[in-house]
């Protein structure tokens, strides 16, 4: 297996405004289409890109650096249309809200996005494609009873003790 090299901040803020330019933030939260974040080989997660990094460093500087409220609306949008997707798309959506949910908490986040109505959007979506989720056995699936599904609702208890939002 060849393991791709991570992308640097700046490689980070590129692709980023790449993707808000040509309306695909929903592809670079998904890491597909050009858009990809490989992880550092030393972090210990399955997962199809670097959210925290793709968030963090791409979305949150993009924001800051442009100043421009387009960015957050665009990104809240791409969350929606993700959970709206197909189940492995449910699942990016719930991993990206679940660390946007967090950096909210921890007040890094430059503005906030995990409303009642995104929460229930993806709380609804979830739901309806558990039984596809638990027949899903890659990224953070991989190895679990229940596939997807289990990794939610592992991951999702964690996010309720912290924060008291819950997706299921």
Known sequence: MVTKQPLSSEDIIVLARKA?????????????CG?????????PANVPTDFER???????????QDNDAGVHSAYTYAIVKLAAGDPEQ???AY???LFQARLELQNISPFKI?????????????????????SIFKWQGEGKKEGLWQDIATTNKGLFDDTGISFL
């Open 35 to 43: 858009y990809e974040c490989p992880l550092h080989y030393s972090t």
């Open 95 to 97: 991993m990206v809200a």
């Open 54 to 64: 793709v968030i963090a460093l791409g979305i949150y500087r993009l924001y800051e």
């Open 20 to 32: 808000y330019i040509t309306g695909k933030i929903s592809d670079l939260l998904s890491g597909v």
């Open 90 to 92: 449910v699942w990016i």
């Open 114 to 134: 995990v409303t009642p109505e995104l929460v229930k959007h993806i709380k609804y979506n979830i739901n309806k494609n558990k039984a596809l989720l638990t």
